[in-house]
C-alpha cells in the first residue's frame, strides 16, 4: 500500500505543476524470422595473370606499359585493375629425375641446377624431389641452396620414371611455400612409365594450383610437359645434346624472373574452370613477340 500511495502522490503532483504523464509500453522485439532477409550477395575476387613476354629470339621483353596489355575472359575483354612487372623472391620446386636413363646425364643435370641456384636473389626458397620408380622428398622448401646441392650430389640413378607423381608431390608441396610466386623446374630424360596419376588427373591439380611450370627436356622432346607447362605460362626447352644445358638454363631463369602481373575483378563462384586469354602489341621495333600466360583458374 505504501508503494501505491506514494505513485499516485507523484502522479497528482506532475498533475498540478501542469505536466501530463503518458506509459509508453515496449515495442516487443520481432523474432528473427519477422526481421528482413538480404537477398543479394556480390563475391568480388581479384584473379592475377603472370605473364611473360619474350622477342623471337626468347630475350625477356621489358618496360611494356598497361596499354599494350588486353585480358579476357571466356572470350569477354574485363577491364584491368592492376599491373605491374615482378621481380619478387620466388619459391621454386626442383623436380629432378633420378631414373636408370639418367645414368650417363646425371653429372650435368646437377651442374645445370646449381647454375639455376646462382641467379636466386634475396627471398627465394627451394625445395627438391627426385623421382625414379617413386618420387622422393629430397629437401622442403629452404633458402639454403647448399644443403640442396649436397644431398642432390649424393643421388644414384636407377629404376623407371614415375614422372607425374613427382610433379603431384612437389605440386603438394607447394602448398607449403612461403612466396607468392610459385614455379617449378623439371629435368627430364624422358616420358612417364611408372607413375599411379595419369595425365588428365595431373592436369586438374594443375589447374587447382598458382604454379608455373618450367621444363628442360633432356635429348627427347616433352610434349606432356610442353602441354603442362603452356597451361601454366611457363615454358619448355628441349635440349638435343648436353652442351646446350647451360644456355638452356640461363633460358628459363631470365623467363622466371622477369614477368608481368596483371589483375581483374571476376565475380565468378560457379566452381568451374574459366579461360583466359592475353593479348599483347609489340613494340614497333620489335615486330613480333611470344606470350606465355597463365591460361585459366578454377573459380570458387
Known sequence: MRATGFFLSAVCCAVCYGQMVSVVPRTRPAHPEELPRSTFRLDVKLIEIPVSVNDLRDRPVLGLPETRFRLFEDDAEQQIVSFSRSDAPISAGLVFDTSRSMRNRIQESRAAVEQFFTTAVEGDEFSLVTFSDSPELISPFTTDTGAISRRLSLVQSHGWTAMIDAI???????RKAANSRKVLLILSDGGDNNSRYSEAELLSLVR????????????????YLEKLADETGGSVVWVHKLSELPEAIQRLS?????????????????GRYHRVRVEVEPPTESGRVRVAWRRGYTAP
Not at 603431384?168 to 607447394?174: D, F, Q, T, V
Open 168 to 174: 603431384a608431390r612437389s605440386l603438394g608441396e607447394m
Open 208 to 223: 587447382e594450383s598458382d604454379v608455373r611450370i618450367y621444363a628442360i627436356g633432356l635429348l627427347e622432346r616433352p610434349h
Open 254 to 270: 631470365a623467363e622466371i624472373r622477369n614477368e608481368y602481373r596483371i589483375g581483374y575483378f571476376s565475380q565468378r563462384n560457379d
